[in-house]
């Protein structure tokens, strides 16, 4: 059964950095493209970044720009390195597979909080 662990999150002002870690276990992380999805109160959460195993990146208009996505498969982790973080970003950011390649795992992690203060 797939785990996702996600950490890195804080609260940071108006335009710093956090860098988001994901540690999936359970499953063959190498063949999976993952994203790194976020939901804010009372909205859906949205796919914000994915990588592919060929490591070829995809990022919301939102976050282009801004936003990094990397894996290290050697150690079954995704980052994402958030630069220039807007008040807006505020929301708990998880990760899973990519869901525009396939199905979403059915099981999420517990997520990161990530609160950027104006």
């Known amino acids: 059964q797939v785990q996702l662990v996600e950490s890195g999150g804080g609260l940071v002002q108006a335009g710093g950095s956090l860098r988001l870690s994901c540690v999936v276990s359970?499953?063959?992380?190498?063949?999976?493209?993952i994203g790194w999805y976020r939901q804010a109160p009372g909205k859906q959460r949205d796919l914000v970044a994915s990588?592919?195993?060929?490591?070829?990146?995809n990022y919301a208009d939102s976050v282009k720009g801004r936003f990094t996505i990397s894996r290290d498969n050697a150690k079954n982790t995704v980052y994402l390195q958030m630069n220039s973080l807007k008040p807006e970003d505020t929301a708990v950011y998880y990760c899973?597979?990519?869901?525009?390649?396939?199905?979403?795992?059915?099981?999420w992690g517990q997520g990161t909080q990530v609160t950027v203060s104006s």
């Open positions: 990588i592919n195993v060929r490591r070829t990146t």
């Open positions: 899973n597979r990519d869901r525009g390649v396939g199905a979403v795992w059915p099981t």
């Open positions: 359970g499953v063959t992380f190498s063949v999976n493209s």
